[in-house]
């Protein structure tokens, strides 16, 4: 599993750069299928623009992808909310995708329990 942090309009120092692994680290613990993560850290630099810094979030699983996207008036404080809102959408995924391997088809069952009635006619 890799963490991929890119910056527009900004420099990412080391500090920033292990700010976001570690808090976004965290969502691995959640679900096991995750392939990459890839944080993206904007600022505009525009004096009028109170909440000018966003962390943008895309979590890419073996069956799909979550984004995440928050704004914040520092760059560590988006990344916790962004880190937040991440952590809830992968068990969210994680709960979806669960409850939908639990539901098979009805084709499925249908054979299963004609291949049990079958075995108990013949024993």
Same mark, same amino acid.
């Given at each position: 599993?890799?963490i =991929?942090v890119?910056?527009?309009n900004?420099e990412i120092t +080391?500090?920033i ?5 570690e808090?976004?680290?965290k969502? @691995?613990t959640?679900?096991?299928?995750i392939?990459s993560?890839d944080v %993206? *850290?904007n600022v505009?630099k525009?004096p009028?623009v109170s909440?000018g810094h =966003?962390?943008? %979030?895309?979590?890419?699983?073996? &069956?799909g992808? !979550?984004?995440? $996207?928050?704004?914040? $008036? =520092? @760059?560590?404080a &988006?990344i916790?909310? !962004?880190? +937040?809102k *991440?952590s809830? *959408?992968v +068990?969210k995924?994680?709960?979806?995708q669960?409850?939908? &391997?639990?539901n098979?088809?009805?084709? =499925?069952?249908?054979v299963?329990? !004609?291949?049990?009635? %079958?075995a108990a006619?013949?024993?």
């Amino acid at each position: 599993m890799r963490i =991929t942090v890119t910056g527009r309009n900004i420099e990412i120092t +080391d500090a920033i750069r292990a700010y976001a692994e570690e808090k976004i680290g965290k969502v @691995m613990t959640h679900y096991d299928q995750i392939q990459s993560i890839d944080v %993206v *850290l904007n600022v505009i630099k525009n004096p009028s623009v109170s909440q000018g810094h =966003t962390a943008e %979030v895309i979590c890419k699983f073996v &069956s799909g992808s !979550v984004k995440a $996207e928050e704004s914040a $008036e =520092t @760059m560590y404080a &988006s990344i916790d909310l !962004v880190a +937040d809102k *991440l952590s809830r *959408l992968v +068990d969210k995924f994680k709960k979806k995708q669960i409850s939908s &391997s639990k539901n098979a088809s009805i084709r =499925t069952e249908a054979v299963s329990e !004609v291949e049990e009635e %079958v075995a108990a006619v013949e024993s």
